[in-house]
């Protein structure tokens, strides 16, 4: 856990000022983005039937996979379901997550 700390806040630090010049504001919406995604995102997708025991019935998950029958491995499907059965996500996707609240928080905020 300790080299994927350095690694992430270089990656946030690289990235930011692609998106835009950084601000500390936006930084730390999205580091906030990073550390809160692994409980909000599982916790999300078992909300809407991707749980750890299945796809419940009758819910979005369900629907959504009934309209992607067959389900293939990678599809957006399977990747919820994974993260639904295990609750956990990848660096990637906390990555990403803090990139998308760096872009939100820019979006939303005129000047720190």
Known sequence: MEKK?????CILLIAAPVCHAWTWGGLLTGAACM???PIAIPAALGAVGFTATGIVGSSIAASAMS???????????ALA???GATGTIGL?????????GYGAHYATHDSD
């Not at 700390?5 to 806040?9: N, Y």
């Not at 309209?67 to 499907?77: C, I, K, L, Q």
């Not at 990637?92 to 998308?100: L, M, R």
């Open 5 to 9: 700390i350095p690694v992430i806040v």
């Open 35 to 37: 550390v809160a995604a």
């Open 67 to 77: 309209a992607s029958a067959p389900v293939v491995t990678g599809s957006v499907v």
């Open 81 to 83: 379901q994974s993260v």
């Open 92 to 100: 990637t996707t906390k990555v990403v997550a803090g990139v998308v």
